[in-house]
């Protein structure tokens, strides 16, 4: 923990405060964009000393950071493609996530590779997937997850009933890593408020300051009341991925930096849908398919396809669906259907543009440039190696401040949570005891919050009403609806129920079953009238009727279109250039 302090809040007072404290004094460096690789950053930032302050437009972790498929990996693909390094860089990190930074968050999921010939194959996968095992041994750090095995088919059958018999001849099973994307950014976001550093989400960048050619600060809109303040900063980093052309623009123009934005749709399907005990990859045409196990379900993804349309709210298509249940479906001995579909979620990946027009084959590398003195801009990169992007955006500021900046220190830097993890996991059945919850309910609390499960414990202490489920989504209790509001910096109730929870996909109703009780319960805290309420609960019922009426279209401008009509509760506001 840092220096004795206890864990930051990311409550309503703090962000007003964060956001007066960056108006008042010049920063060392202010990040924009506060998804995975702007929240690393902050973090990477504040824990070598600097003074830190991020800004994001919207909710954190509300564009790629909570739309992807929730994997912590090492790109088996990219060995294909002989990109040895970037998938041993990813193992590493994979395994620093796993045994150190976020145990509580990040947690080893099975997979089966399902082969369909015989001869060539079994060798050529088996190959790729012992070289993926000894470069995950070759990180220098304890792997955290099992070998792989090759299975004959009813050995296979036995783990995946499921799968259809005729469709393959014997499978390897090997394990990777899986992660709530949404919930990382955010804990990462309050360990680095911890470190000291300065946070507010609903904080747009509409501007740049400059003294002639450098960037010397931001001009910021608070979102939330109309405000506008100028934060000063020795340093500015630019971390908006798919928005990066767009930032670059405030700035003057285009910078050295192009990224092109390829969609992935996913779906959620309940588990009894799949009977299997490991999770499934299939070979596309393309590239590779997840059938994933997440709780109670399973997410099934993912697709790429060029997106040129709204960057906010990326629209899943008919087709888009349609596409992901054929593939599935291939290999299912019992079909799926949209009936089985509980929800769907899409997303933006920041590819950096080269010359291949497929998405498949842009980078996903990271790039770091510094266009014009006092700016760095970084894109590109996966969610797994989040941490070294941060590191050498950071490196790339300290280049840019004149003074001596320690080297960065995040691979031993435990998230809030992850301190004595292991041991209230191993008393579980005594916490269940002496708080009067299922220890189910403790399982499902302590691979969420961590050691923090006592900062939700005490809220229910407090208030026993907040220990009974949400009626309508009973895998969360309402205590966690407010403590999403008072302890990690959830505004809005899509905030809550897209992301500190994942009800809007886990259920059939997608949320409006629980959107009441949810707004109810958020109204003390965030200082909400009757009709504040009543209109948090009309504008998202609009944007899943939105995004019902999207997925049914049969086109991406179509369904853009109509995702489009929802309005935004908080919209964000057109820049002026510099």
Known sequence: MASGRGVARLGP????????RMAAQELDVVVVGGGVVGAGIALDAATRGLDVGLVEARDFASGTSSRSSKLIHGGLRYLEQLNFELVREALRER????????????????????MTHYGWERPYVGAGVALYD??????????????HRHLSRSRALRLAPALKKAAFTGAIQYWDAQVDDARYVMTMLRTAATYGARVAPRAQVVGFLREGERVTGVRVRDLENGHQFEVRARQVVNATGVWTDDIQELVGGRGQIHVRASKGIHLVVP???????????????????????????????????????????????????????????????????RDDVEGVYAGLRPLLSGESDETSKLSREHVVAHPVPGLVMIAGGKYTTYRVMAEDAVDAVAHGLDQRVPRSCTDSIPLVGAEGYQALWNTRYRLAQTSGLHVARIEHLLQRYGSLIDEVLELVERDPTLARPLSGADDYLRAEIVYAATHEGARHLNDVLTRRTHISIETFHRGLAVAQEAAELLAETLDWDGEQVKREVEYYAKRVEAERRSQEQDSDQEADAIRLGAPEIVPVVVPEHS
Not at 95 to 114: D, E, G, K, S, T
Not at 137 to 145: F, L
Not at 276 to 285: K, V
Request: aromatic residues 8%.
């Open 134 to 147: 000894t470069l995950g041994y070759a990180s220098g750090v304890t792997r955290g997850v099992p070998g």
């Open 13 to 20: 007072a703090e962000r007003a405060e964060a956001l007066e």
């Open 271 to 337: 588990r009894d849908r799949i009977h299997s005990l490991t999770g499934i990859i299939l070979r596309t045409e393309k590239s590779v398919l997840f059938v994933i196990p997440w709780g109670r379900h399973w997410i099934i993804g993912t697709t790429d396809t060029e997106w040129t349309l709204d960057k906010s709210h990326p629209a899943a298509s008919r087709i888009d669906i349609d596409y992901l249940l054929d593939h599935v479906n291939a290999v299912l001995s019992v079909p799926l259907t």
């Open 95 to 114: 395994a620093l996530l796993l045994r150190r930074i976020a145990p509580h968050l990040v947690r080893p999921v099975p997979f089966l590779f399902p």
